[in-house]
């Protein structure tokens, strides 16, 4: 394999692979959000 073929790739599998783990992390965030605040709601954690 060429080498500019294979840093073409590299880099295409960093950027897909921060891509997805960002997404993933910002939904865990909202999940968290949404559990803290029916939480709150049934007065099971303090507000």
Same mark, same amino acid.
């Given at each position: *394999?060429?080498? /500019? #073929?294979? &840093?073409?790739? !590299? %880099? &295409? *599998?960093?950027?897909?692979?921060?891509? @997805?783990?960002? #997404?993933?992390? %910002?939904? %865990? #965030? *909202? !999940? #968290?959000?949404?559990? =803290?605040? @029916? !939480? =709150?709601?049934?007065? !099971? &954690? /303090? *507000?």
């Amino acid at each position: *394999m060429q080498a /500019p #073929t294979r &840093i073409g790739r !590299l %880099f &295409i *599998m960093v950027a897909l692979g921060a891509y @997805f783990g960002n #997404t993933v992390l %910002f939904r %865990f #965030t *909202m !999940l #968290t959000g949404r559990a =803290q605040f @029916f !939480l =709150q709601v049934l007065k !099971l &954690i /303090p *507000m």
